[in-house]
């Protein structure tokens, strides 16, 4: 989770976050890229599939603290290399004011929602609208896809949290 906004200006959202990674286990990279293969490979008939893909994201922020500098189209290309079936994939996707797009690096403001799938193709009818039409195109989006964390802006010199309890502290990214 984001511990605070990096140089907020007054009246405007900040242009980076800055990632509190502390509640994940230190590993290094190597070892935290085999934990991503191997729970995105493991998934038993009774185990279910959201409960599997949560133990995917968490390896995927695991090893994105080992290599902080890891982007989403670079995962995207090593998932596709190993064949591995999980897919990151860019959405057009409304979001409230109250929230902003966010990636492992702290840029805000980003443009397509990320999501995590275990096919290439929209699981729902819904999400046909904003899929990527291409494996290209979906490359293309991951430059400037982010997940979902609280709008933090200053004004007046004083934080304000744009969010929907009102609370400042303790919100953040979805999957950070």
């Known amino acids: 989770m984001p511990n605070s906004p990096a140089k907020a200006e007054r009246g405007h959202i900040a242009s980076n976050w800055v990632f509190d990674r502390e509640s994940f286990v230190d590993k290094d990279a190597e070892t935290a890229w085999e934990d991503v293969k191997a729970a995105a490979t493991k998934r038993d008939v009774s185990e279910l599939r959201k409960e599997s893909l949560l133990v995917t994201i968490q390896a995927i922020a695991v090893?994105?603290?080992?290599?902080?500098?890891?982007?989403?189209?670079?995962?995207?290309?090593?998932?596709?290399?190993?064949?591995?079936?999980?897919?990151?994939?860019?959405?057009?996707?409304?979001?409230?004011?109250?929230?902003?797009?966010?990636?492992?690096?702290?840029?805000?403001?980003?443009?397509?929602?990320?999501?995590?799938?275990?096919?290439?193709?929209?699981?729902?009818?819904?999400?046909?609208?904003?899929?990527?039409?291409?494996?290209?195109?979906?490359?293309?989006?991951?430059?400037k896809a982010g997940v979902l964390a609280t709008n933090r802006a200053t004004r007046a010199g004083r934080k304000v949290f744009a969010g929907r309890d009102g609370n400042f502290e303790g919100a953040g990214p979805d999957y950070w």
């Open 63 to 143: 090893y994105c603290k080992a290599i902080p500098t890891t982007t989403y189209q670079q995962l995207e290309r090593a998932f596709r290399h190993e064949e591995l079936p999980i897919y990151l994939i860019a959405c057009e996707k409304d979001i409230d004011s109250g929230w902003t797009l966010t990636n492992p690096q702290g840029d805000v403001g980003l443009k397509y929602t990320l999501g995590f799938f275990f096919g290439a193709d929209p699981p729902r009818a819904s999400l046909r609208e904003g899929w990527p039409s291409s494996p290209e195109e979906n490359l293309e989006r991951l430059e």
